[in-house]
């Protein structure tokens, strides 16, 4: 059975960590056939859409995808980057990365914080959070948002001094429906299941996620559901990783513990996630596009190797993945790169994971 993935390299180091993977990819993982697709900020400034049509025709008909890394920036450099004929259009650059989470409706973000650089592991815990909806979900700037919003927030009294286009809002957006899904792809990754939120302070949506922890704590007899606050467990994330198992939280809460867990392992470099919806998935490193170190061939492809592992695994390939996660572990401790405080170059390292296979 063949399994068709799309290759998305994106920016900065992306193309070159895909051009050091695919080799290995072909040789683990025989039944992949690779498409590669355009995505990230070059599209943006030739285009004025990140995400081409193209890219997309080719992921409605894959089952996978793999996105090395994007580069995005403030607004004012995104209307400064784009081609003259776009500029002052009305155009407005929005993340590719959530538009793929929103349009292919990829609800759940998976990343894994292993100790990977140790003989020895000292922690093993999967952060899980939700991909669509939380303070990701709306950023509005009030001069052009709903005037209904305005009149709710203007009564703030710091809010009444600023004038509609000086004040923007985030919205946490939280549904039953969207915490029920997540919450039962958490039951699913382990055994305990830790809720992270702040309900003490944010009681209305809070109210709504311990309402459904409850509701699903009781489909999942086996699985220990708790909530409690977020800042806490990101105390005892430092203190003592080792005690934790799965971790679900919105958003933003998730997005910002599971970049502690990259700390805990080395550095961005090293953790990848998977962003799973009901009929695909899209896999990637967490790191960005570290435009400072493009094209020098020193990047770490640990992570885009993991993400791979990641999509044979849910593709069923667990032999292959396993395989090639061990390998990567070997290359990390034989071959480290730089930013690991090693000397391997980006090929250097694909050719101990080569030579670990």
Same mark, same amino acid.
């Given at each position: ?74 607004? !004012?450099? &995104?209307? #400064? %980057?784009? @081609?003259?004929? /776009? =500029?002052? +259009? ?7 990365? *959530? ?61 009444? !001094?600023? &004038?509609? #286009? %000086?004040? @923007?809002?985030? /919205? =946490?957006? +939280? ?7 997540? *919450? ?63 971790? &679900?939280?919105e958003n933003l809460l998730g997005d910002i ?10 550095? *961005? ?89």
């Amino acid at each position: 059975m063949s399994h068709r993935i799309v290759l998305l390299p994106g920016d900065g180091i992306g193309p070159e960590i895909v051009d050091a993977a695919r080799p290995l990819l072909g040789r683990i993982f025989p039944s992949w056939e690779f498409t590669e697709a355009e995505i990230g900020w070059g599209c943006w400034c030739r285009d004025g859409d990140p995400v081409p049509a193209a890219t997309w025709a080719a992921l409605e008909s894959a089952d996978a995808a793999l996105l090395a890394a994007i580069t995005s920036k403030p607004a !004012r450099a &995104a209307e #400064a %980057e784009l @081609a003259p004929e /776009l =500029r002052g +259009t009305g155009l407005r650059y929005r993340s590719p990365v *959530l538009q793929l989470r929103q349009r292919l409706d990829l609800f759940a973000n998976v990343r894994p914080i292993d100790d990977l650089l140790s003989d020895d592991p000292a922690f093993g815990f999967t952060v899980v959070r939700e991909n669509t909806e939380g303070l990701y979900s709306h950023d509005l700037n009030m001069g052009d948002g709903p005037a209904g919003l305005w009149d709710v927030v203007k009564r703030d009294a710091t809010v009444r !001094r600023s &004038a509609p #286009a %000086e004040t @923007a809002v985030a /919205l =946490r957006v +939280t549904t039953r429906f969207g915490w029920l899904r997540l *919450l039962r792809t958490a039951a699913g990754l382990g055994r305990r299941v830790l809720v992270a939120d702040k309900p003490n302070i944010l009681r209305e949506s809070g109210a709504i996620i311990e309402s459904t922890v409850a509701e699903v704590a009781a489909e999942f007899p086996d699985v220990g559901f708790t909530v409690a606050n977020a800042d806490a467990i990101a105390m005892e994330l430092v203190n003592d990783p080792g005690k934790f198992d799965v971790i &679900a939280a919105e958003n933003l809460l998730g997005d910002i513990l599971s970049d502690l867990g990259a700390g805990l392992m080395g550095g *961005l470099g090293l953790p990848a996630s998977a962003n799973v919806g009901a009929k695909f998935a899209v896999f990637e490193p967490v790191h960005g596009s570290a435009p400072d170190i493009a094209g020098r061939g020193v990047a770490n492809p640990a992570a885009f190797l993991l993400a791979a592992a990641m999509c044979g695994e849910h593709l069923g390939l667990a032999d292959g993945a396993a395989r090639l996660r061990a390998a990567v572990r070997t290359a990390l401790r034989e071959s480290p790169t730089r930013d690991l405080g090693g000397t391997a170059t980006t090929a250097e390292f694909a050719a101990a994971v080569a030579e670990a296979l």
